[in-house]
């Protein structure tokens, strides 16, 4: 099966600071999305991203497909952006879409006051 | 506009007992997704329904497990007398046209 790596697999910031998080995958993908698992467990959608760049706040993320990686950047980070951050792709298969996620290990992120 | 409901949200039972996981897909979507996130594996694909019919069950144990979408109603995933292993949260995710997905706040079961 299609194989996600995420990095780092720990990340400790100050408020205020700015990161980026990576995710690899092994094949083509039909389908990438980000989330962000909050300290309650909640699985909270940031993007849905096969290719581009696109922007939500003080989110961004760009997928080179063709590279087979991802990038989440998080600007002046907050306490609130604590948790796990995760890549999740879907495997292309000649464009169909059969819907099944494969989730990376994620990245646990700690922003201190 | 709701979101993925699941209920219950926490749910304890006994070496043996059965389990029974529901799921209310977000208005519009027809497609549904079972996950598991188990402490030290990580999120899982489990299974991938559409009304009525079972599409993808490749991440389902071949026992004690099973799970349906019918016509009317909710998503139920089944655990069948459960051991300390299915202890987990199992989260549903549902999608209007099978690509970008949402997901359920989760169910937490745990085996005693």
């Known amino acids: 099966g299609i194989q996600v790596e995420q990095s780092p697999p720990d990340l400790i910031l100050q408020e205020g600071a700015n990161s980026t998080l990576r995710c690899n995958f092994s094949d083509s993908v039909n389908n990438l999305q980000w989330f962000h698992q909050n300290p309650w467990g909640q699985l909270i959608n940031l993007f849905y991203?096969?290719?581009g760049t696109k922007q939500n706040g003080r989110l961004s993320a760009t997928t080179v497909a063709t590279e087979r990686y991802s990038l989440l950047y998080i600007s002046s980070s907050q306490t609130t952006d604590s948790g796990v951050y995760f890549c999740a792709v879907e495997k292309s298969a000649g464009g169909t879409s059969y819907g099944k996620l494969t989730f990376g290990q994620g990245t646990i992120l700690t922003v201190h006051p | 506009n709701a979101g993925v409901m699941q209920n219950p949200r926490h749910l304890v039972r006994r070496r043996g007992q059965e389990a029974r996981l529901r799921c209310s897909p977000m208005?519009?979507?027809?497609?549904v997704y079972w996950y598991r996130q188990l402490p030290e594996e990580g999120l899982k694909f489990m299974v991938y329904l559409q009304k009525e019919n079972i599409i993808d069950e490749s991440g389902m144990p071949k026992e004690r497990f099973s799970a349906e979408f019918p016509k009317e109603g909710p998503s139920i995933l089944r655990i069948q007398q459960v051991v300390r292993g299915d202890s987990a949260a199992y989260f549903c995710?549902?999608?209007?046209?099978?690509?970008?997905?949402?997901f359920g706040p989760g169910t937490r079961l745990t085996v005693t």
């Open positions: 995710a549902s999608s209007r046209t099978g690509s970008e997905q949402y």
């Open positions: 208005k519009g979507h027809s497609h």
């Open positions: 991203i096969p290719s």
